[in-house]
């Protein structure tokens, strides 16, 4: 019973924090929808020039709600994939705090951060450029993507606010109740087995953070950063484990985007071979 309620009380806790992100996220789509102008969505279009860039930045702060956010905004074609995967790679979730915490932890924290950003943007920009050299990005707010995320709710019909509140509500209870599920499933295997798994020392190393890093809760970041602490885990295995850790921006993205799962898929994939590349070449060079 005391192990029910722990969990119960940490996916409310960790679900409450991303509220505001949402409801902010919400807020901004709705307000397009009903206010369209040809002023705002030129404003959008040039600053998804640059997306990436600041995607990385803000996903870098020790916060999963960028990513919830982003990934609704992605959803309601606000910004584009590249800025999406800009924020997913950067975000570090848990590592922050545990890692300022730890004696030692900052000069290894603000390397994590700076390798994360650099190459969060990197992603970003080269993921936008393949696809504007394709003629395959052309993004601004979607009417028909707006409509997807508005389906039977008739948003139409109640105004900016309540619309966003509605939104906001439904995914948070979504969020609550996977939170708490993926919780308990983590509980039950326990930090030693997926530590176990990982491979000391290997060249495979990074593909499997990587893979645990894909489990959309707070507890694959503690782990990662414990086992980076420790010397479990390299300095590029436990960087590609939490860029692919986004947090729930990735279940958001599945749930909100439910229509399109074979192009979520492929930008989760992108994430994940982006992560494990670069966390085998870090490894490799002894970074």
Request: hydrophobic share 50%.
């Amino acid at each position: 019973m005391e192990l029910i309620v722990d969990l119960l009380k940490d996916a409310l806790m960790d679900t409450l924090k991303m509220l505001p992100f949402l409801f902010g996220a919400y807020l901004l789509m709705e307000y397009l929808e009903h206010h369209s102008s040809g002023r705002m969505e030129r404003l959008l279009a040039a600053s998804n020039k640059s997306g990436p860039v600041t995607g990385a930045l803000l996903g870098c702060v020790p916060q999963c709600g960028f990513s919830v956010a982003a990934a609704n905004l992605y959803c309601g074609h606000i910004i584009t994939p590249g800025t999406l995967l800009a924020v997913f790679f950067s975000t570090s979730d848990e590592a922050v705090p545990l890692l300022l915490a730890s004696p030692g932890g900052l000069p290894v924290l603000l390397r994590l951060m700076a390798w994360k950003v650099a190459l969060g943007a990197a992603l970003g920009l080269g993921v936008d450029a393949f696809l504007r050299s394709r003629g395959k990005l052309s993004w601004g707010r979607d009417q028909e993507a707006m409509e997807e995320l508005c389906e039977d709710c008739h948003c139409e019909e109640q105004g900016v606010l309540r619309s966003a509140l509605h939104h906001t509500g439904e995914i948070f209870v979504f969020l609550f109740l996977t939170t708490l599920v993926l919780g308990g499933v983590l509980e039950i295997i326990g930090e030693e087995r997926l530590s176990m798994v990982l491979m000391e020392g290997s060249i495979f190393q990074p593909a499997l953070a990587g893979i645990i890093g894909l489990i959309p809760n707070c507890g694959a970041s503690v782990l990662l950063t414990r086992l980076l602490m420790d010397g479990t885990l390299s300095f590029g295995a436990a960087l590609a484990g939490l860029s692919t850790n986004a947090g729930v921006g990735l279940l958001v993205l599945f749930r909100v985007g439910r229509r399109h799962t074979t192009r979520n898929l492929q930008l989760m994939g992108v994430l994940y071979l982006a992560a494990v590349v670069c966390g085998i070449l870090l490894q490799t060079a002894g970074v």
